[in-house]
């Protein structure tokens, strides 16, 4: 069974920034891509930026150029550094996991981002 731990969250101030961290455990099969995605309250679930394991990415509009995901593969971890954070990007983030042919979701963590 595939584990998902998920750090780095928290409290910044608008402008500032914050590293999440992804960590896979307990799968002995390649993870084939990993994801960040966000929930803010009322709103569903939305991707915010993806890799895969040839280090293809993709972003949200709304984060391009302020968010850069990226993955260290020896460790099944995946990385999202958030710059320039606004107060619109506060919400729970969720880390996902693809292990062909099943996708895991780590329990998420929150970001807020206030003055």
């Known amino acids: 069974q595939v584990q998902l731990v998920e750090s780095g969250g928290g409290l910044v101030q608008p402008g500032g920034s914050l590293r999440l961290s992804c960590a896979a455990s307990?799968?002995?099969?390649?993870?084939?891509?990993m994801g960040w995605y966000r929930q803010a309250p009322g709103k569903e679930r939305d991707l915010v930026a993806r890799?895969?394991?040839?280090?293809?990415?993709n972003y949200a509009d709304s984060v391009k150029g302020r968010f850069t995901i990226y993955k260290d593969s020896s460790r099944n971890t995946a990385y999202l550094q958030m710059n320039s954070l606004k107060p619109e990007d506060t919400a729970v983030y969720y880390c996902?996991?693809?292990?062909?042919?099943?996708?895991?979701w780590g329990q998420g963590i929150q970001v807020t981002v206030s003055a």
């Open positions: 996902n996991a693809l292990f062909v042919p099943t996708t895991y």
């Open positions: 890799i895969t394991n040839g280090g293809i990415t």
């Open positions: 307990g799968s002995a099969f390649r993870m084939n891509a």
